[in-house]
């Protein structure tokens, strides 16, 4: 597939997967990751886990993962349309919720929406979550690497910082 | 297009902040923000600038959550829109995200100077691991907030296998899951 082609899947898969992200960025790495390392071969599995940990570990929402992946598959001009992309169909539907003033808060739709949602957001994270560990782990070293950090982060307030140097010190050591 | 941006020493807790002011403390937001944004967008927008109170932004963050997109993306367009209108939304958005843009773009291309060099590949590795094990904490942290209940697991199981297993596509398994979740919720919450 030619580079434009490349980008114009890349954007138009990003667009849609927008609007059905409840749950936020995490939530569609599967489907990202299947386009870019399964289908096409664009990145590995290891290097689509280090633009995620790079976009963890640099100021600013977890978001800017799309950039990252934009500009591995594209250059710098596909980073930024790749966060384009993602954020502004999801973006325009927020602001349409906003204009509609959807708050209400209390009301019985907007209670049912919540618990409805919110077991399918915490489900679709941990795939995530699954996708990537199973993705990244070439060995049994970088498979250990995730599962106590899982651990640690669900059980203690360590900033996230300190898992991703300690992730770094560790796989570098042979 | 950027918003005016000529002088960062805006007014302080002023009651009715100007389109500027909500770019300059969603700038601050994504700047600030080392390891999740949420708590530093509570912190600045009621703590510091007082333009919402406590329970007006937890309002916001709940619908924030359950629209699709980034939930930080999502309170910057609410609270921009209150504020400034279109104006105020796209103020919030490229306030937020402008500058980690330039920062990621710049550690990106780092990466991609230094992503053969055999020495860096196990770190690399590792980083990556590491944040795979973050994401799952996310999510383990997302799920001691619910309350175990037979529909509640149902769902959080059934989302997690049909992407994690059966590798279905995730819009083919939001659009199934979410209105069938919704409408359980409401048959049963009444």
């Known amino acids: ?174 | 297009m950027m918003p005016e941006n000529e002088d960062a020493t805006a007014a302080v807790e002023s009651p009715r902040p100007s389109v500027r002011d909500v770019f300059l403390a969603f700038f601050r937001v994504g700047l600030y923000g080392f390891g999740g944004v949420m708590p530093h967008a509570r912190s600045v927008l009621v703590d510091r600038h007082r333009w919402v109170t406590d329970r007006e932004m937890t309002d916001i963050l709940t619908l924030a959550q359950l629209l699709p997109g980034p939930n930080i993306v999502n309170v910057s367009i609410m609270i921009g829109v209150r504020f400034g209108g279109a104006a105020g939304a796209a103020a919030g958005v490229l306030g937020l995200l402008g500058a980690p843009l330039v920062i990621v773009l710049a550690l990106g291309a780092t990466y991609l100077e230094f992503a053969d060099e055999p020495w860096l590949k196990g770190a690399f590795a590792g980083v990556g691991a590491a944040a795979a094990g973050l994401i799952i904490s996310v999510g383990v942290r997302l799920a001691h907030s619910l309350q175990p209940r037979p529909l509640v697991i149902l769902f959080g199981a059934a989302s997690f296998a049909a992407i994690a297993i059966a590798r279905f596509p995730l819009p083919l398994v939001v659009l199934t899951l979410a209105p069938l979740g919704v409408w359980v919720a409401w048959r049963t919450g009444r």
């Open chain 1, 1 to 174: 597939m030619d580079a434009l082609g490349s980008a114009a899947t890349l954007l138009g898969q990003l667009a849609v997967l927008s609007l059905v992200s409840i749950g936020g960025a995490h939530a569609v790495l599967p489907d990202v990751y299947r386009l870019v390392v399964t289908e096409h071969g664009w990145m590995t599995g290891t290097e689509f886990a280090t633009a995620v940990a790079l976009s963890q570990a640099a100021p600013g929402p977890n978001v800017l993962v799309m950039t990252l992946i934009g500009q591995y598959v594209g250059g710098l001009a596909l980073g930024i349309a790749a966060l384009v992309a993602f954020c502004l169909p999801s973006s325009l539907l927020a602001y349409v919720a906003v204009r509609a003033d959807l708050r209400a808060s209390g009301a019985p739709w907007l209670r049912a929406v919540k618990e409805g949602l919110a077991p399918i957001t915490v489900g679709l994270v941990l795939a995530s979550g699954f996708i990537l560990t199973t993705g990244a782990a070439g060995s049994g070293k970088t498979l250990a690497i995730a599962m106590v950090t899982a651990f640690l982060a669900s059980t203690t307030r360590l900033n996230p910082l300190w898992f991703i140097g300690a992730g770094a010190l560790l796989g570098a050591l042979a």
